[in-house]
């Protein structure tokens, strides 16, 4: 007994001793919030006030130190993910986990994103690169006086690098590119038509519905290019099957959304504006809360670290503004033709050409320190040969993208942020030629808007949907739509707005099969039923979570089961439902697993698992949803049919049955077999992960219950490989009420901080899935205690 209570005395101070160990060993990164620090380079004192939520407002005497201040409050709170993200800019993620990460920096070595920074920073107006300058001096002032960094170089043995000006601008250049839809859909797309033909390609070739909502009224509709161009060069063959490339650090977007509101149609007599960019979650969040003041500027919103300024959204006072993806189809693949007696030449049509050869140098971690690698980049005319890193595209295949020249990212985002007014917010805009979006506006004045920017390629031939031969010269971009021409609205007579991804308005020219349409058609029926909205009717949009895709299908379920006893109690769950996808709602579970089921059954037999696989994901899952869509009228849709099973013809119902069948069966496995007992919320979770969660899970977050689904304005897309996980959705969120800006507010979970023990790494989580926000604080940031001032040093 005696050697027993030495063992539990012995067992429970060890305990003690590691708990203690591990509450200091983190905590002793997290910086306080109030003093005085002092740093080199700064010219006048900056003052820093923080929020509850660890939001800082900065007030400054002038645009340097506002802008030094910035880059040195975001990498106090998240240097690591800075780190993360201009490392993957580098192509040098392998300096910190080795091995691991050498496809990934190939890839990102290969595309060249630093090559493409370097060049943008050299392209800038001097008063911007004096910016983020300033912004870079801040980040290195923090590096230089830090003395505990994040804990995750502790338990990687490395430390940060000095930041350099050209790391901030990869990071638009990153962002830029994960917005760009075309990257992963041309290939999918490319790959099915490979092993089903055309025929089946062009049943699942997206184009905008007809009933399908746009943001402007009026025009007439842009078709697709025709069935012949989009599967006239499908006979060159992929590339042999690898493993796909990883690229974890810039999340797909694939769903967004911002709703306007003029005073004839507010009940507040001026403007309210929301916005909802969406995004894959992470830990720390994407962008990171900011409020700049200095002559000049008085700005916040949304920044993203590494980067000066406010740009994903943010209000001024004078405007307010908010981002959607414009899916503009801005990328391109070229396969060429090499020289069989030369391989570092391909064919034009003007005879073989040189490949320009760029030497890069890949760095792997390793226990005896960096080694060194090199590996040569061909570049055509047409961009870098990306067969080798991009498993799905064919041989030889090279990447065209806007986004390789300078794009005015940083000079147009700087610029929005001073604006005044809509001549001002479309010049800002007028300057960024990629990313690719749909900024929604409203001012003071009561007045709304938005506007199209991309730079949207003009061809000689085809619409760039699928790979083209680039040794003939018969499908060169021979030009770009004019700003001019690009979407716009200002004032409609209608008195309010809405983007969720789908066709702004009617071009001269197609800029992408790839809009979306379910959330602006939920959107289009909530309105036809509001005459006024006030600022509770507008955060209960940004929260709303009807499908009108499960309104679409309920009728044709309830058909087609009808007389399969065993459906009949689950069937009963739909019965009063009001198709909304709550986190309570049995049905909501029910219509979720069916409607996955539906699609894997219309069209995985034809183009395979690993095929549904891809095209079933967040970001391209709306191009099946599209094809049954349009289908679901028709009983004998050719893709309804069963291709594993010859000598029977299935129809639409059938496949209803047996996709009901599959979803009940999920359901009972993972909730029981009482549906009474079946909520989605106990199965569609956030998880907030952490870069090195997967082997260090405690730096991730508990799965959150959360609302919505794919489809629904409050987007909460699952990932199709692990089922029922939330993969993406409106995790940045923004209410502007000109009326009252004491009223406005914004949320960006799971919190400011990347710092794992900070009061702020996750205090915004539960806000956000609760469908709150947090105060904006915009005219009474004077108000708040916590007040950090930073000092020149002597």
């Not at 101070?13 to 003093?35: D, E, K, N, W």
Request: with cysteine; aromatic share 12%.
């Amino acid at each position: 007994m005696k050697i027993i209570k030495i063992f539990f005395i012995v067992l429970i101070i060890l305990i003690a001793g590691v708990y203690t160990f591990y509450q200091v060993f983190f905590r002793s990164a997290v910086p306080g919030y109030s003093g005085t620090i002092k740093l080199a380079g700064i010219t006048a004192p900056v003052e820093v006030r923080t929020d509850d939520y660890g939001v800082p407002h900065l007030s400054a005497g002038n645009e340097y130190d506002l802008f030094f201040a910035q880059g040195y409050i975001t990498a106090r709170e998240r240097i690591f993910q800075m780190d993360m993200t201009r490392l993957a800019g580098r192509g040098e993620l392998s300096t910190l986990f080795g091995q691991a990460t050498l496809d990934t920096d190939k890839y990102l070595k290969t595309l060249g994103f630093f090559r493409t920074a370097a060049a943008e920073y050299a392209a800038m107006p001097q008063k911007d690169r004096e910016i983020i300058n300033a912004y870079t001096e801040g980040v290195n002032a923090y590096l230089s006086t830090v003395k505990r960094l994040p804990r995750e170089y502790a338990i990687l043995g490395t430390r940060p690098e000095p930041w350099e000006p050209t790391d901030s601008v990869v990071v638009g250049t990153l962002m830029a590119y994960s917005l760009t839809r075309s990257v992963k859909a041309d290939l999918v797309l490319y790959n099915i038509g490979q092993k089903v033909g055309p025929e089946v390609l062009e049943l699942i070739t997206p184009n905008y519905p007809d009933f399908a909502p746009t943001v402007s009224r009026g025009g007439d509709r842009v078709p697709r290019t025709e069935a012949v161009d989009i599967v006239a060069y499908l006979s060159t063959p992929a590339s042999p099957s690898r493993a796909p490339y990883a690229f974890p650090l810039v999340p797909e977007i694939p769903a967004s959304n911002w709703m306007i509101f003029s005073p004839s149609r507010s009940t507040t007599g001026n403007a309210i504006f929301t916005g909802s960019p969406d995004l894959e979650p992470k830990i720390p969040a994407l962008f990171y809360l900011i409020h700049l003041s200095a002559p000049g500027y008085n700005v916040i919103g949304g920044s993203t670290p590494g980067a000066p300024g406010i740009n994903v959204l943010g209000t001024n006072g004078a405007i307010a503004w908010s981002t959607v993806n414009g899916r503009v189809d801005e990328l391109d693949y070229f396969i060429e033709e090499i020289n069989p007696d030369n391989p570092n030449q391909y064919l034009t049509e003007e005879g073989y050409r040189d490949f320009e050869i760029i030497q890069e140098t890949l760095k792997i971690k390793t226990k005896e320190g960096i080694k060194q690698e090199k590996l040569s980049v061909k570049i055509s005319r047409h961009g870098p040969i990306i067969s080798d890193v991009m498993p799905q595209a064919p041989p030889n295949t090279a990447m065209k993208w806007v986004g390789f020249e300078p794009a005015g990212i940083f000079t147009g985002f700087l610029a929005l942020n001073r604006a005044q007014n809509f001549d001002e917010f479309r010049a800002a805009l007028s300057i960024i030629r990629t990313p690719t979006l749909n900024i929604g506006y409203a001012d003071a004045n009561g007045n709304i808007g938005y506007q199209y920017i991309a730079r949207v390629p003009i061809r000689m031939n085809g619409d760039g949907t699928l790979p083209v031969p680039g040794w003939d010269g018969n499908h060169e971009w021979v030009g770009f739509m004019p700003f001019e021409e690009l979407p716009y609205d200002y004032n409609p007579d209608k008195g309010y707005l809405g983007s969720f991804n789908n066709l702004p308005k009617s071009t001269t020219y197609p800029m992408t099969n790839y809009y979306l349409f379910e959330r602006a058609t939920r959107f289009d029926e909530i309105m036809k039923g509001k005459e006024t909205v006030g600022l509770d009717d507008a955060r209960g949009f940004q929260t709303d979570t009807g499908s009108v895709v499960a309104k679409r299908w309920i009728p044709y379920i309830t058909s087609a089961c009808r007389t399969t006893d065993k459906l009949k109690r689950p069937l009963a769950l739909f019965d009063g439902w009001d198709f909304s996808i709550d986190k309570k709602s049995g049905a909501a579970a029910l219509f979720n697993a069916f409607y996955f089921s539906m699609m894997k059954n219309t069209v995985a037999d034809e183009i395979g698992d690993d095929l549904f696989s891809q095209l079933s994901a967040p970001y391209l899952v709306y191009i099946i949803d599209l094809a049954l869509t349009n289908n679901i009228g028709n009983l004998d849709f050719l893709l309804f049919d069963d291709v594993t099973t010859p000598d029977i013809t299935e129809d639409r119902d059938d496949i209803i049955v047996k996709s009901m069948n599959e979803a009940v069966a999920e359901l009972s496995d993972r909730l029981g077999d009482d549906p009474a007992d079946w909520r989605w919320g106990d199965i569609h979770t956030m998880r907030f992960e952490h870069p090195m969660g997967k082997k260090l899970p405690f730096f991730n977050l508990a799965p959150i219950p959360t609302a919505g689904d794919d489809f629904t304005i409050n987007a909460g897309l699952w990932d199709n490989a692990n089922p029922f996980d939330m993969k993406s959705g409106g995790v940045i969120r923004m209410i502007v009420d000109f009326s009252n800006f004491e009223n406005s507010t914004l949320v960006s979970p799971p919190g400011q901080s990347g710092l794992l023990k900070s009061p702020h790494y996750g205090d915004q989580a539960e806000i956000w899935a609760g469908g709150d926000q947090i105060p904006m604080h915009f005219k009474t940031a004077e108000d708040l205690e916590n007040v950090l001032t930073l000092m020149p040093a002597p």
